[in-house]
């Protein structure tokens, strides 16, 4: 069996720090070799993460300062994704993605500006399930194909993470609070993914790709306490967490290089909006987007493969939120939060493909699969 991996990427949202774009993949399978599937194929794999975010932006202009007199907020994110997709049909395929973190955040905001320590969260995220279907018939379609998914995610992950908190407590003493929203495992709320897939020969070896997803996040607020309502009183709107939309949308090409490597070179625009599609936006959150430039590389031997892809930011944006809106309102002053981007992310996917059956499907994009 040969899938070019590399032609999807990893269908993730990738977090950018201080931006509670939450490390979250597609309901419906991370890449298109988890997609193709035929009756009765089980593929299983992990994706892992990591990033480090430390630049500030407002708007979309940066604040380099914040670097050189030491006053940024430094995260660090891991994340491991472990998944499992199973071929319904020819064309259907269900999966379901559990998902782990382990975040840390450094900061002096958030210890009394006196020193910088360090807030530190792990555990059980988000778990996602959902159904995906191909609307063309792979065998008569092989150049190129068109899928469509619905899934749901859960709310599993904790979204009241605490730790311990320097000079901001009674007599400027230590004190116990939930951890900044951007390193909280789960959002507290039940969402809906909206999903779609696609693929397209245009040359000898050459394949476009593309994709994306929309999470809805019915739910407004989640009960979790930010404190920021200590730092000023005219933050009191943003003194409970909000549950924020999310979107990833991507495309590029994809390249066979031999019989086991592909490379593929795309750009990727993933982010929090200001607002929800579906409910209120009240609560605290960090709207941005990213812009990246994403190469990938892909390994496959048989029912083995393993890709890397390193997507890099090229524009960053911290667009105002509804609260900030609200209070330059109140105040008549100029109001726009900032937040953390990071540089670059590190994506690491493997997986392995038990199969059932033969699929006839184009052999650029795959070689049989092995009984």
């Known amino acids: 069996m040969f899938i070019l991996v590399s032609i999807m990427g990893f269908h993730q949202l990738m977090a950018q720090g201080c931006v509670a774009i939450r490390h979250f993949s597609s309901c419906v399978g991370n890449t298109l070799e988890n997609s193709l599937l035929g009756p009765g194929d089980i593929q299983v794999g992990s994706n892992y993460r990591y990033f480090k975010s430390f630049r500030h932006f407002r708007g979309t202009e940066e604040e380099p300062d914040r670097v050189s007199n030491e006053t940024e907020v430094i995260n660090h994110s891991h994340s491991w994704d472990f998944f499992l997709t199973y071929g319904i049909s020819d064309r259907w395929y269900a999966s379901i993605t559990i998902p782990t973190v382990i975040n840390t955040r450094s900061s002096l905001y958030e210890h009394g500006r006196e020193e910088r320590n360090t807030t530190f969260s792990r555990g059980l995220a988000d778990i996602r399930a959902g159904v995906g279907f191909w609307l063309f018939d792979l065998e ?23 730790d311990i908190f320097y000079n901001v407590g009674p007599n400027d003493g230590p004190q116990v609070r939930p951890v900044d929203q951007s390193i909280q495992p789960g959002d507290g709320g039940f969402g809906i993914t909206l999903d779609f897939q696609f693929y397209r020969k245009i040359g000898e070896g050459f394949f476009a790709y593309g994709g994306g997803f929309y999470l809805l996040n019915p739910r407004e607020t989640n009960g979790t306490r930010t404190f920021r309502e200590t730092l000023s009183p005219i933050l009191q709107n943003e003194a409970i967490m909000a ?17 086991a490597i592909s490379a593929s070179l795309g750009a990727r625009y993933e982010g929090v909006p200001v607002k929800d599609l579906i409910g209120g936006n009240a609560g605290f959150r960090r709207p941005g987007n990213v812009l990246s430039i994403d190469p990938g590389i892909a390994f496959i031997k048989d029912n083995f493969s393993l890709n890397l892809n390193v997507p890099f930011a090229v524009r960053r944006e911290r667009p105002q939120s509804v609260t900030d809106l609200q209070t330059q309102e109140v105040t008549g002053e100029p109001r726009a939060g900032d937040a953390a981007f990071a540089d670059y992310l590190i994506n690491v996917g493997v997986s392995y493909r038990f199969s059932q059956n033969r699929v006839k499907v184009n052999p650029e994009l795959m070689n049989e699969f092995k009984n």
């Open 243 to 259: 549950v924020p939309d999310q979107f990833s949308v991507r495309a590029g090409v994809s390249h066979l290089i031999s019989s």
């Open 140 to 162: 008569k379609n092989q150049n190129g194909n068109l899928a469509l998914g619905l899934g749901v995610k859960l709310p599993t992950g904790n979204y009241n993470a605490s």
